[in-house]
């Protein structure tokens, strides 16, 4: 059975930095792509950042470029999303996902087969 369990969600001012963490267990790892994502309140889903499976490539959503940072560690099968200068705006629950298929990186909501529970961050003073 495949689980993507995020951590480090939490409180923190505007200008504030967190790091996200993201185990995966139960799946292949090393041959495929992973994204982060959020959903704010009374919102759609949005992607935010996406890594390919040797963290050759990296992709960013055009409100989040500059300040935030995804990263992998395929040794403990696990993706981090850095997050700096972070705004009110950036207040969402952030999930975790992989990519359906081996060997492929996408954008696409609808490309990624599993996620995680989601991990609160709110951004306030």
């Known amino acids: 059975q495949v689980q993507l369990v995020e951590s480090g969600g939490g409180l923190v001012q505007p200008g504030g930095s967190l790091r996200l963490s993201c185990a995966v267990f139960?799946?292949?790892?090393?041959?495929?792509?992973m994204g982060w994502f959020r959903q704010a309140p009374g919102k759609e889903r949005e992607f935010v950042a996406a890594?390919?499976?040797?963290?050759?490539?990296?992709y960013y959503a055009d409100s989040v470029k500059g300040r935030f940072t995804i990263s992998r560690d395929n040794a403990k099968n696990t993706v981090y999303l850095q997050m700096n200068s972070l705004k009110p705006e950036d207040t969402a629950l952030y999930y975790c996902?992989?990519?359906?298929?081996?060997?492929?990186?996408?954008?696409?909501?609808?490309?990624?087969?599993?996620w995680g529970q989601g991990t609160q961050v709110t951004v306030s003073s």
């Open positions: 890594i390919t499976w040797n963290s050759g490539n990296q």
């Open positions: 996902a992989r990519h359906q298929a081996q060997w492929e990186i996408s954008t696409r909501i609808n490309e990624y087969a599993y």
């Open positions: 139960g799946s292949i790892f090393n041959s495929v792509a």
